[in-house]
Each structure stands twice: as structure tokens, then as C-alpha cells.
């Protein structure tokens, strides 16, 4: 791991490794603010930078982990993962998230908080959108998951995809 991520003599000795079981393996990058897990036949490369998606480098690390690190010949699927608190500058109208059917049997109640989960194809991807109160009521947390069936990864694309995810995030956001 040293040589893959090109670690410096300090980045090396802070670096927590963590083997939670036998299949499952933590560790973490904190200069570089990414994570990476090993669990049976995934992998997951996180980004904890809060970059946006146009200027992430989460894909090239991905690239380094996947290549040195996973079984290349086992993919099956990957996908994309995308987290964000938004923050509204009016109180957030949790209502608007419910049905007519839930409404009513709430009719006069205060509705604190609701969200929305949602899992739908579209162009031969599975979405799951979820949306949820946060305990603020100007703020929502707001999670796109974009699945891909494929056993292949197209490097020279990776990039764009994961662009294009993060664009769909915002156009959902902006969309409520």
C-alpha cells in the first residue's frame, strides 16, 4: 500500500489499518482525506475531502485501489455513492414529501420531519434516491446511489460517469 498510494515517511506512520473480521478491511488516508474498505468482494474508495465531483480525485484512487488491491476478474457491478447535507434559507415544508393518503390521517398534526426514498432504472442504472430530515429544519440529507451492471470498468469514462451522477444529485435537489 505504501507504493500504490505513494505515501511520504509521515503519511505512513499515521495511517490506521484496521481488520474489523477476516473479510473485512479498513484504512485510512487522512492527508489525502480518502478511505478505503475491503469486504469479501467489494470495495469501497471514499472521498472525505468534500470536493465537488468536477474536482474529486476519488476516481484516480479508485483506479490505484482496484488495480493493486481487488480481484479484477470478480466484478460483477459497481456504482457511485453521493452524500449531501442541503441547506434551505426558508423552514423546509416536510409535507411536501408525503402523500395525499398520509396527509390526511395527519390532519391536524405537526409534521417535524419526512423524507423520500425512491428506486427506479433509468438508461440500464438503478437509482436510489433518498432524502431525510436531519433534525434542522432548513436542512435535509440528501443521498444518490447509482448502480451499474457491468462487469467491466472503463477508466477513461469513470470519471465522466461520476461527474454525471453528481450533476443528477443537484438536478433532483433543485427539482424539490
Do not use: W
Amino acid at each position: 500500500m505504501i507504493y500504490v498510494f505513494k505515501l511520504s515517511k509521515d503519511e505512513i506512520n499515521y495511517i490506521p489499518f484496521l481488520e474489523i473480521s477476516p473479510t473485512q478491511k479498513i484504512f485510512v488516508i487522512s492527508g489525502k482525506q480518502k478511505e478505503f474498505m475491503i469486504d469479501g468482494k467489494r470495495l469501497r474508495v471514499s472521498d472525505k475531502s468534500g470536493n465537488e465531483a468536477d474536482r474529486s480525485d476519488l476516481i484516480a484512487y479508485f483506479k490505484l485501489a482496484f488495480t493493486n488491491l481487488a480481484d479484477r476478474n470478480k466484478l460483477v457491478a459497481y456504482g457511485f455513492n453521493y452524500d449531501l447535507v442541503l441547506e434551505a434559507e426558508t423552514r423546509i415544508d416536510f409535507k411536501s414529501f408525503l402523500g395525499t393518503n398520509v396527509l390526511q390521517c395527519l390532519t391536524g398534526d405537526k409534521v417535524l420531519g419526512s423524507g423520500a426514498r425512491v428506486i427506479f432504472e433509468r438508461n440500464d442504472r438503478q437509482y436510489e434516491l433518498r432524502i431525510s430530515p436531519v433534525g434542522d429544519p432548513h436542512k435535509l440529507f440528501c443521498h444518490l446511489n447509482i448502480h451499474y451492471n457491468s462487469n467491466t470498468l472503463n477508466f477513461s469514462h469513470l470519471q465522466s460517469y461520476f461527474r454525471k451522477g453528481y450533476v443528477e444529485l443537484i438536478n433532483f435537489i433543485k427539482a424539490l
